[in-house]
């Protein structure tokens, strides 16, 4: 059974352009979560032991519960306005990469994706776009291995960890074969799932249990649908992070009488996020529609409104439109 994704005319072309650039930044969506920096922040070291200059370009702040990773240190500001190799990673559209980075995408000589969401897909020297991969870092992975690039104990530890969030802990339906047997090389080469394990899922503080435990108990529930709405009050209130609130999302869709689960996350500038989940029904379709995107079961967009109150509105009404 083959089970590798890229064509082997592609690696060619993606070693041709690393091969020809001096200068490579590897830029991703903000919030970074466990399959952007995992796989950012393995590819550059990979690539910097290849014998190349890279960098990873910072576009917002790590939360508390990946501090943990190795190679952290190598998120930071850019430090030129263009490379000769731009990578934009766990995402496929300019708009996730703001305009923080996406002036400097533009300005680069060559640019390139790798990515595994449904429905992107920027205009680049070349496309590596795989909506049945299950993390970035499996794509990042196969390109490592496949290409005999440089491969270590962080580098491995970085690619298990976006594995293991992305794939719900090897979970979810697009987990394959290869998955599995990526993440086995994965351990026989360094990385150690105790750790990881114990960092990513038990080494939870109590404020947030605290936090996460008044976000569920505020939630709504009706039609097989739940609802939740975490403001910037209440993040202050338990002095956690917006982050935090990510998994809860998920906790709700996990309820038996719940198919599909909605949070509306309040930002700065007017801007709300909306995190979607469901068990059986396409929420990337509703994602796509309201200018987001994301996995069949796991999507997300933003709404922009000048009021908590009414941006809340306008997600349940869309929540409510949902045939769960």
């Given at each position: 059974m083959k089970i590798e994704r890229i064509s082997k005319e592609k690696l060619d072309k993606f070693k041709e352009l690393v091969d020809n650039a001096e200068t490579i930044a590897i830029g991703s969506h903000i919030n970074p979560d466990g399959d952007n920096l995992g796989s950012t922040l393995a590819l550059r070291k990979s690539l910097e032991l290849y014998g190349k200059d890279v960098e990873v370009l910072a576009n917002d702040t790590i939360d508390d519960y990946l501090q943990f990773l190795p190679e952290k240190e190598n998120y930071k500001e850019a430090s030129r306005d263009s490379y000769d190799l731009f990578m934009i990673l766990d995402c496929s559209e300019f708009d996730r990469i703001t305009d923080k980075l996406t002036p400097i995408a533009k300005a680069s000589k060559n640019t390139l994706v790798i990515d595994h969401h449904v429905g992107g897909g920027i205009d680049t020297d070349l496309n590596l776009i795989y909506d049945t991969a299950p993390a970035t870092c499996e794509l990042v992975f196969e390109i490592i291995d496949r290409l005999n690039l440089p491969i270590d104990k962080d580098i491995a530890t970085l690619i298990y960890t976006g594995l293991c969030t992305d794939t719900g802990?090897?979970?979810?339906?697009?987990?394959?074969?290869?998955?599995?047997?990526?993440?086995?090389?994965l351990l026989t080469l360094g990385a150690d799932s105790e750790y990881i394990y114990r960092n990513l899922y038990q080494s939870k503080p109590i404020k947030v249990m605290k936090f996460q435990t008044e976000v569920i108990a505020n939630a709504e529930f009706f039609d097989k649908k739940a609802y939740s709405v975490i403001s910037k009050d209440l993040v202050e209130k338990h002095g956690?992070?917006?982050?935090?609130?990510?998994?809860?999302?998920?906790?709700?869709?996990?309820?038996?009488?719940?198919?599909?689960?909605?949070i509306l996350k309040e930002y700065d500038n007017g801007e709300y996020k909306v995190s979607l989940r469901s068990k059986d029904c396409d929420v990337a379709k509703v994602a796509r529609e309201n200018g987001g995107g994301g996995h069949i079961k796991a999507s997300g967009?933003?709404?922009?409104?000048?009021?908590?109150e009414s941006a809340s509105a306008k997600a349940l009404t869309i929540l409510k439109e949902i045939d769960a």
């Open positions: 802990r090897f979970l979810y339906a697009n987990v394959s074969e290869y998955t599995f047997n990526a993440a086995g090389k956690v992070q917006m982050g935090d609130g990510e998994t809860v999302v998920g906790m709700l869709r996990d309820l038996d009488e719940v198919n599909v689960s909605m967009f933003s709404i922009f409104d000048d009021s908590l």
